[in-house]
Structures are given as C-alpha cells and as structure tokens.
C-alpha cells in the first residue's frame, strides 16, 4: 500500500493525512477481494523498517490501524472474513492495538470466506530468521531439515505461495514483503497512488495475472486432459 506520503504531498498535506486517506482503499480492496472470490488476501501495513520513521508518523499510523480495525472488523466478520495479523513482534506496538488485533482474531477465527492478513511490523527475513530458530527450539537435525520444514515454521504455516503481488505507488521492489512466500509469485506493479486505488484497480491486476503464464521452472505443455481438470474441481 505505497504512495501515501506522494498522496499528500501533492495536495500540499501531511504526510499522515495521506495514511488517512489510505484506509478507504485499503477497505475497498478487501470489499473487493470477497467480490471477486479471492480467498487470501494479504496487504502489507507497516514493515520493520517503518520504525525508522518519525515517532509521530510511527504513532499515527498505529492509532490508524486500531481504529480501521475497529470500525471494520464487525462488517468483516458478517461478510465471512478472517482477520490475522503476520508480524507485531516489537515491543513498541501499544497494548490497545495488540488488544485490538487479539480481539479481532479471536471475533473472525472461524471465518473461511476470506483470510485477511494485515502485515504490520513484518519483515520476510526476520520472518525467515523466526522460522530457523524455531526449527532449532524443536531439536530438528540440520540434516532434515527442508523446504516443507521451513514452510512449518513459518508464523502462519497453513498460508500458501503468493500469487500475485501488486504494488502500488510506481516502485519496483519487494521492499523485504514475504520473501518465503512471494517465492513465484507474478509482480504487478501499478502507477496509481495507495490512497486512489480502487477497486478498478483490483480488478485490473487480477486481469493482467490472468494473461501471465506461470510455468514455474517448467516448460509449454499441452494442456490437461479435460476429466482430470475437472476431477480436481
Ligand atoms: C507506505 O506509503 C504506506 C504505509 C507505510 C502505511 C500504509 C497504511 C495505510 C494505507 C493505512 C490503512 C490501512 C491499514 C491496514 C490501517 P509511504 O508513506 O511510504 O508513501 P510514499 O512512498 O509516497 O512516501
């Protein structure tokens, strides 16, 4: 969700009020996600390198994700979403935002039309440095240990490959966003600013994902017998 502060700035506004205005898209997107049957949703929040930024920046952008949480997670919950949050290890993140987050987990956890994800506090190496030490808390011998024991010792291991990452705002980086799982996943990035996406915008990169053709290190085959593509349907 990139371009906030590019937001603002233009408007000649803070840069926190290009934050605010974010929460829009950021609502509309998940609308979005549930129209368009999109099952697992992830938008990234705040990374750990956030924390570089001015304290006040740092401590708007917290009290914003209580209060987007909270004026949402009770529509979120009727339209059959889960909310989960992948990160919130510093010790920095205010007890009323953890609250919250607890809260909301809790409310949506049985929820299986959407896993909404939010990203806060994440960073895809230390999310891969978590994972190693866990996997040596469990006394695995270095030499069993695979890529199926690493993806278990992930925060959320039931979370599958990304498949298609947008980035808004016209950079052209992963900016350190779940390194494990973006693994194959198809880069979109768009020009438009976070905080005037919409859900045109949704739709338009899920077109253009629609065109890619993933082979995953594979070559051009013909394609499945018709009975075996509907028998896994
Ligand atoms: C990056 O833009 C954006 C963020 C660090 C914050 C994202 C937060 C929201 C969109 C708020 C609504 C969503 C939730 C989940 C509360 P930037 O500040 O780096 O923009 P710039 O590159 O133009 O400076």
Do not use: K
């Not at 917290?62 to 529509?75: Q, W």
């Not at 996943?185 to 253009?208: K, T």
């Amino acid at each position: 969700m990139d371009g906030n502060g590019r937001w603002a700035e233009q408007r000649g506004c803070e840069r926190v009020d290009g934050h605010a205005a974010g929460e829009d898209a950021f609502v509309e997107s998940v609308r979005a996600a549930v129209d368009g049957g999109v099952t697992w949703l992830t938008s990234f929040a705040f990374s750990t390198e956030n924390w570089r930024r001015p304290r006040s920046e740092v401590d708007f952008l917290m009290r914003l994700n209580r209060r987007v949480l909270r004026d949402n997670v009770h529509d979120w919950n009727e339209m059959g979403v889960r909310v989960r949050y992948l990160g919130v290890a510093d010790a920095r993140i205010p007890e009323d935002v953890r609250e919250e987050i607890a809260a909301a987990e809790e409310l949506t956890r049985d929820n299986g039309t959407l896993t909404l994800t939010v990203a806060l506090d994440h960073g895809g190496r230390r999310d891969l440095a978590r994972a190693a030490r866990s996997i040596v808390a469990h006394g695995v011998p270095a030499d069993q240990v695979t890529e199926e024991t690493l993806a278990g010792h992930m925060q959320f291991p039931d979370m599958p490959d990304i498949d298609l990452l947008v980035r808004t705002s016209a950079e052209h980086r992963l900016s350190n966003f779940m390194l494990w799982q973006a693994a194959y996943a198809e880069l979109v990035f768009l020009d438009v600013l976070w905080p005037d996406f919409r859900a045109e915008h949704f739709s338009q990169a899920v077109e253009l994902y629609h065109r890619r053709r993933r082979r995953f290190g594979d070559v051009p085959r013909p394609a499945e017998p018709a009975a075996a593509v509907s028998a896994g349907a």
